[in-house]
């Protein structure tokens, strides 16, 4: 018998022997946690593309309660997150991306309904034709406040008081945006087009990205480079090789 059944998105897969593949899930039920699914790999896979990243599934997982690693036994595929001959190269790097950032920032065993849910909302919005460079940045910046980590865009870090509409001053030493009165800050600062996307990002649902500033999504992108740097002690690899293939097209 099943240990359980859950809906799971799956975020990364690897070889495992000749025929099979240990893949990375995130349970609605029980957060991340890693599977073996035995001849995944054989040219008569019964798990087709259940298995690819973002795909979102329904799966049964054997094993013992609080075992490291588990059993998949069926997975049926809910939501392919794009069908595989309609991925573009940037919509593959988009949701590799995607399942990398929710890799990084997911802990094992333990249930985040909220994060579940953007997850779901952003891969919707993408297929949707929402700007995978907004939609990257909204990932990036909802992940980081769920996990207590985005600093308040009204509050002064340092002293409390409620900041004015102006250029966001980021001061490492406080971890926040500081007020006229506790400047200087260490940087960056962060411009008023900048500020106006943070607060749509936190009043609205992913998929009313279809256009947006890009300038302010790249100022953006440096910013929270930081933020997920300090908090996982890492760079992502994702983001790394995206900016490389950008450099050599642009050679
Ligand atoms: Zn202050």
Known sequence: MALFSTEALVLRGHKLGETSRIVVLLTRERGKLRAVARGARGRLTRYRSALEPLSEVRVSLYGRQGAELLRLGDAELLHSAFRANERSLDSALFLSGCAELLDAFCSEGEAEDKVYRLALAVVGAAEAGAS?????RYLEAWLLRLHGLYPPLDRCAAC??????????????????VCDACL??????????VLALLRRFFKEAPDTLADGPLGAARELEAFHRGLIGAHLERDLRAPRVIREITREGAR
């Open 132 to 136: 995978p460079e907004l939609l990257g």
């Open 160 to 177: 409390g008081t409620a900041l004015s509409v102006s250029p966001l001053r980021y001061h490492r030493p406080a971890h926040g945006f």
């Open 184 to 193: 200087p800050a260490s940087g960056p600062v962060l411009s008023l087009e």
